[in-house]
């Protein structure tokens, strides 16, 4: 694909981070890599940065000289160590719609980056992450490592009942926009940065993908494990006290807000949720309207639905996973319910009155109300049910 130069906009799709500290050995075979690969593979336009965070090796003269070189590639120099902070200043600078990182090692398979990155260009989610711990991710890593991060993840669901994978995957994206909103938030400025900004996501209702990947454990990482894990302890109690007191959240997002290609998006799956929904409901009434009879037929087929229709809707139009909120948003779903049941009930009482009998025209003008009902439960799914 033309990078964002070749195509005369100036503005990348995707802007991708990669934080580097005394990386001068690897840095430049990494690069050229990733670079190859958007240009032969990578159907968005895109743009990477090097932000090398304070290194005292030669990372900074060929992080410049790649710069020079290749196409679309900047660097960034910062007088401070610390991932995070690297990724706060680069990402806050970019003009690019959507922003990513990647460790300088690749240890991610980048066919992974257009599955991250997708959700969040067409507005189906906020925030993307890679995730080591799904159950058809494809990992070679050594046991130690295994166990700690899966002990770190456990932890992380222990005290802060989160409802994301995997924090510490150097895979991640996001929307410009949100991290704009969200950045302001979080304290970190290192390791314990990753995790902090899905918290924080998640506390403020943003919508979290995440794609299984491909993953091949760095044997040259210079990670200092014990340190690492004992900042990250901290930090989790650091956000645990945080949430207690109620400091993880920004100010409401006004009802409807989001980008058009959100809002088009979901239209577009509920729509097609609702269709299946429809006919699911039809072909129940059909078959429970001769044993039950046509009321007890309704509500039964409208309970069904229901509770499919809001776990469907929950999970692929609005991008909601975990367990945070989901008791009042099925709550909230089911209570919807009582929205379709009104209007078929109607529709049933004036078939009575008007003397219709027919089968055919029952089951027609039950799905007609069904449908009909559809348009205010959208509103009120995005303006109160899942709303942030």
């Known amino acids: 694909m033309s990078t964002a130069t070749a195509t005369g906009t100036g503005v990348a799709t995707v802007e991708i981070v990669v934080p580097v500290y005394n990386e001068a050995a690897g840095l430049e075979a990494s690069i050229v890599r990733l670079h190859a690969y958007l240009v032969e593979r990578f159907p968005l336009t895109w743009s990477i940065t090097i932000a090398d965070n304070a290194s005292t090796d030669g990372t900074w003269a060929v992080a410049r000289a790649l710069a020079a070189r290749l196409p679309d590639v900047r660097a960034i120099h910062l007088g401070a160590k610390g991932r995070g902070r690297a ?33 969040l260009v067409s507005g189906h989610s906020d925030v993307a992450i890679g995730t080591r711990l799904a159950a058809d991710a494809r990992i070679v890593r050594g046991p130690k ?3 700690i991060s899966r002990t770190y993840n456990l932890l992380l669901k222990a005290t802060l009942h989160n409802g994301f994978s995997d924090a510490q995957c150097g895979f991640k994206a996001v929307r410009t926009d949100v991290a704009r909103t969200l950045l302001p938030l979080v304290e970190d400025n290192e390791w314990f940065f990753d995790t902090e900004l899905l918290v924080v996501a998640e506390r403020n209702g943003f919508r979290i993908h995440e ?6 454990d760095d044997p040259d990482s210079r990670v200092d494990v014990v340190r690492t894990a004992s900042a990250d302890l901290r930090g989790i109690w650091r956000m645990a006290r945080r ?28 729509a097609s949720i609702g269709v299946v929904s ?15 009879g046509w009321l007890l037929a309704d509500l039964v087929a409208l309970g069904a639905c229901s509770v499919a229709n809001t776990a469907a809707n929950r999970r692929l139009t609005f991008s909601l996973q975990g367990r945070a909120g989901r008791t009042r948003q099925y709550a909230g779903g089911m209570a919807l319910a009582a929205l379709p049941v009104g209007l078929t009930l109607l529709a049933l009482s004036g078939l009575e009155v008007s003397g219709v009998g027919a089968s055919a025209a029952r089951v027609a003008v039950l799905a007609a109300a069904s449908a009909a009902a559809a348009a205010g439960r959208f509103v009120a799914l995005r303006r109160w049910v899942f709303r942030p």
């Open 87 to 119: 990724l706060r200043v680069a990402w806050l600078e970019s003009r690019s719609p959507v922003v990513a990182y990647m460790d300088v090692d690749l240890s991610t398979d980048l066919d992974a980056l257009l599955p991250l990155v997708a959700p």
């Open 145 to 147: 490592r295994e166990l």
């Open 211 to 216: 794609v299984p990947v491909d993953w091949v």
């Open 243 to 270: 949430i207690a007191s109620g400091r993880t959240t920004v100010a409401a997002r006004p009802v409807g807000a989001g980008t058009d290609a959100e809002l088009s998006g979901q239209l577009a799956r509920f």
């Open 278 to 292: 429809t006919l699911l409901f039809a072909t129940l009434v059909a078959l429970l309207a001769g044993p039950l």
